[in-house]
């Protein structure tokens, strides 16, 4: 079993960066792929982007392609989402993920393992 917890989020006008962190707990960190989601309001949950467990294979969303990097680092056991030139439409709460699926996964349901979530919010 592994607990995640985000942090990172925050305001920020269009255009701008931020970096989303995802700290896991538990020493297999390295077995698990990782996902980030995100909701915005009235709307489900979407996927962003995910990352295989040794970071060598990587997807993203079309709808952040070119402007979002999802990276992790096994040794500090966290998993980031580097995002840049963010759009009013970006706004939404971000979630982590991670499944112990040596497969990579764009869809929720694959993912066993939930943060609680960070806001983000981007003023147009």
């Known amino acids: 079993q592994v607990q995640l917890v985000e942090s990172g989020g925050g305001l920020v006008q269009a255009g701008g960066s931020l970096r989303l962190s995802c700290a896991a707990s538990g020493r297999t960190f390295s077995s698990y792929g990782m996902g980030w989601f995100r909701q915005a309001p009235g709307k489900e949950r979407e996927f962003v982007a995910a990352?295989?467990?040794?970071?060598?294979?990587?997807v993203y969303a079309d709808s952040v392609k070119g402007r979002f990097t999802i990276s992790r680092d096994n040794a500090k056991n966290t998993v980031y989402l580097q995002m840049s030139s963010l759009k009013s439409e970006d706004t939404a709460v971000y979630y982590c993920?991670?499944?112990?699926?040596?497969?990579?996964?764009?869809?929720?349901?694959?993912?066993?393992?939930w943060g609680q979530g960070t806001q983000v919010t981007v003023s147009s």
């Open positions: 993920a991670a499944d112990n699926d040596i497969l990579l996964h764009t869809t929720e349901y694959k993912y066993a393992y």
């Open positions: 990352i295989s467990r040794s970071g060598v294979s990587i």
